[in-house]
């Protein structure tokens, strides 16, 4: 069983920074994909960042050059680290994690960017 709990939303400015991070309970943490994704309010969810288990990593477009996704593998723990952010980066952010068997979801973590 693969628990994944995030933390470190909240409300912010716009050009604030936040860090989101999630937690992993699970074996072999280190062999996972680890992405964070967001879905806005009537919309669908959608991929924001992802890190290899070889520390390659690939962002969306909106938010390249503002986020960087890291992890720790001894601390079985992947980061989000926001910057310069926007009220359209408004959005619950989800934690994923995924091998070739099965992909895990967060509970997600609120992110409100407004003045």
């Known amino acids: 069983q693969v628990q994944l709990v995030e933390s470190g939303g909240g409300l912010v400015q716009p050009g604030g920074s936040l860090r989101l991070s999630c937690a992993a309970s699970v074996s072999g943490f280190s062999r996972y994909v680890m992405g964070w994704y967001r879905q806005a309010p009537g919309k669908q969810r959608d991929l924001v960042a992802t890190?290899?288990?070889?520390?390659?990593?690939n962002y969306a477009d909106s938010v390249k050059g503002r986020f960087t996704i890291s992890r720790d593998n001894v601390k079985n723990t992947v980061y989000l680290q926001m910057n310069s952010l926007k009220p359209e980066d408004t959005a619950v952010y989800y934690c994923?994690?995924?091998?070739?068997?099965?992909?895990?979801w967060g509970q997600g973590t609120q992110v409100t960017v407004s003045s």
């Open positions: 994923r994690a995924a091998d070739i068997a099965a992909a895990y």
């Open positions: 890190i290899s288990p070889g520390g390659a990593t």
